[in-house]
């Protein structure tokens, strides 16, 4: 998957990832500032969800549909042509997979034992999911940097 993240199309991609991240941070630096709070739930974003939609987002712009050319295509009428990624059509669709409840926090249904209060808060879980959402972050502005960087070699013809 991280192979057909590294594409000068996956612009959209990138920013539904970064746009995730931010607003996960935000939960969790929540949960980290609660965390002493008697009562107090932990809340996250839906993770599973949205690797879900990222999965289906990639898988669509590494299969464009191609058009259909029939053989016996003999009017003149103009040829339909589908959006290929990168388009503005195509950045459309794919801000459609990722629906808006994949970017609101949600109360962590508590399973297991926890506090006396049912709370299930764990300094340690919070501060390790932080370091990873801020790692993914970093990683997917890295690869925002560099097709910007790219782009912008292209259009001033530098090699």
Request: proline share 8%.
């Amino acid at each position: 998957m991280i192979r057909s993240l590294i594409q000068p199309s996956t612009v959209p991609l990138l920013q539904q990832i970064a746009k995730f991240n931010e607003k996960r941070h935000a939960a969790i630096a929540e949960n980290i500032a609660r965390i002493d709070t008697p009562g107090y739930k932990t809340r996250d974003l839906p993770v599973d969800a949205f690797q879900q939609a990222l999965q289906k987002a990639v898988g669509k712009l590494t299969s464009p549909s191609q058009p259909q050319l029939s053989a016996h295509a003999t009017s003149l009428a103009p040829i339909e042509f589908p959006s290929y990624p990168g388009t503005p059509a195509d950045s459309d669709s794919i801000e459609s997979l990722f629906a808006g409840e994949l970017f609101e926090s949600q109360q962590i249904p508590t399973e297991e034992l926890g506090l006396q209060d049912n709370g299930k808060r764990n300094i340690e879980y919070e501060v390790m999911e932080l370091t990873r959402t801020l790692m993914q972050q970093s990683y997917a502005m890295q690869l925002m940097n560099s097709q910007y960087n790219l782009l912008e070699s292209v259009i001033s013809e530098r090699p």
